[in-house]
């Protein structure tokens, strides 16, 4: 899949290419499993609070989930989000970047996003993966990460 001119659903409810939210180093893709859930709740509020961060160092921030637009939509702004969130909803992107993962709950087998992030370059190269991370600890390391 060449992510430069794939176009993928956001929470507008638009196709957009990746490239329209391009900054000058790149992106921080973080897929998270399900909107307004405890966890992804707090990640994402974590990322918005260093948004601008972010932007600082040349990096846009892209939230990726399973949910559809009225759910990220919705999601985005009951938390003042500023950065796009994309519905991945055929789990193309994650496929792609290999984030779906089998999880167990209350004896129930299923498929589900792995918490990951990262941050890849313009052309879509991958610079740093985070796999299996807690929703807050990592935005630090990837702020560190972008220091170097």
Known sequence: MNLK?????????HQHLLSEFQKEKGYILYFFPKASTPGCTLETIA???HYQEFLQRGYNVIGISRDNPKKQHQFKCDHAVAFPMLCDIDEKLCQHFDVMKQKKMFNNTF??????????DNNFNILQAWRKVKPVD???DVLKFLDK
């Open 5 to 13: 001119t794939t176009p993928f659903l956001f929470e507008d409810n």
């Open 47 to 49: 990322y918005n609070k």
């Open 111 to 120: 498929m589900a996003i792995e918490r990951s992030t990262f941050v890849v």
């Open 138 to 140: 990592h935005i630090e």
